[in-house]
């Protein structure tokens, strides 16, 4: 549980309920080999395009890309091979430039696909879901026998006869990935810089907060909910020893796990912890964590 602590000498509580007003969270986007996924709550049975296992789940049971709706594990999507073909022309790194990178890597084996009629129930090897339908429901390879939507067959990978769990696995073995080889994950250099970034903004964080003391729970004597939304939980509290009152954010680390939100709360941390001292702007007096 992550609890972020807002001071306030003077509380004066509103006569009205509060409300959730122009809330907005956005999705975080795990981009690799072109593809742009986020995880998603599937709401019918769902199996892996790579690993062609059953997404198993409650919550948010796997990734699925935006372009091509290509349905994926957690742990399957950086393991593609195949680039999206949904996305933006712009955004292709310098493959097209590194024309060694593409005779070393390069698999174009387009399927043939055909109108198949099927007895069974059949799964869509690219976005995962059901072939529904009593006659036609799908299109299949009359070469590596793959099942596809129609909606999904333009957005298939030219990958005919390819076992992809079993050829990344052996790239993985060598230390390598299908992006690597492509031209398009990001250079060493360009990873040291970020890398530079993140570590000057935490120690300007660092500097700007409290130092000395450690604060825990107890300290506190929590009053009432000041409101609930999709992020978290706000708590009205008083500490013992000064009487000050405080404004407590709680955060459940699961829900944060699940939903990809652990860099939004990092990010909300810093910039409280950056207007400390600051007239106009609400600063945080401390920030601590909880088993």
């Excluded at 509060?18 to 795990?30: Q, Y």
């Excluded at 009359?142 to 990978?157: D, E, I, L, Q």
């Excluded at 690597?180 to 660092?206: D, F």
Aim: contains cysteine.
């Amino acid at each position: 549980m992550v609890l972020n602590i807002i001071i306030s000498e003077d509380f004066v509580e509103r006569k009205d309920a509060p409300r959730r007003v122009g809330a907005m969270k956005r999705r975080k986007v795990h981009e690799v080999n072109g593809h742009k996924f986020y995880a998603r709550f599937f709401r019918q049975p769902t199996f892996c395009a790579h690993c062609r296992d059953f997404m198993w789940g409650l919550g948010k049971q796997g990734y699925e890309c935006i372009n091509c709706k290509l349905a994926l594990h957690k742990r399957c999507h950086e393991k593609v091979l195949s680039a999206c073909p949904g996305a933006e022309r712009a955004e292709e790194s310098f493959r097209q430039n590194k024309e060694e990178l593409q005779q070393r890597f390069h698999l174009n084996i387009p399927h043939r696909f055909k109108p198949k009629t099927y007895k069974s129930p059949t799964f869509c090897d690219h976005c995962g879901s059901l072939l529904w339908g009593l006659y036609h429901q799908g299109l299949q390879c009359s070469s590596c026998k793959t099942n596809v939507h129609r909606r999904c067959a333009p957005h298939c990978p030219n990958l005919c006869g390819l076992d992809q769990n079993k050829f990344a696995s052996e790239l993985a073995k060598l230390g390598l990935t299908a992006e690597q080889l492509s031209g398009r994950k990001k250079s060493a250099s360009q990873r040291k810089s970020k890398k530079e970034e993140k570590s000057s903004k935490e120690k300007t964080t660092k500097d700007n907060t409290a130092e000395g003391v450690r604060i825990v729970p107890k300290d506190f004597n929590f009053l009432k909910v000041l409101g609930k939304g999709s992020f978290g939980k706000v708590l009205l509290a008083q500490e013992k020893k000064t009487k000050h009152t405080f404004a407590i954010k709680v955060l459940k680390k699961d829900v944060l796990v699940e939903d990809d939100d652990v860099e939004c709360a990092i990010a909300e941390k810093n910039v409280l912890s950056l207007s400390y001292q600051h007239p106009f702007l609400t600063c945080m007096h401390c920030c601590f964590q909880t088993d």
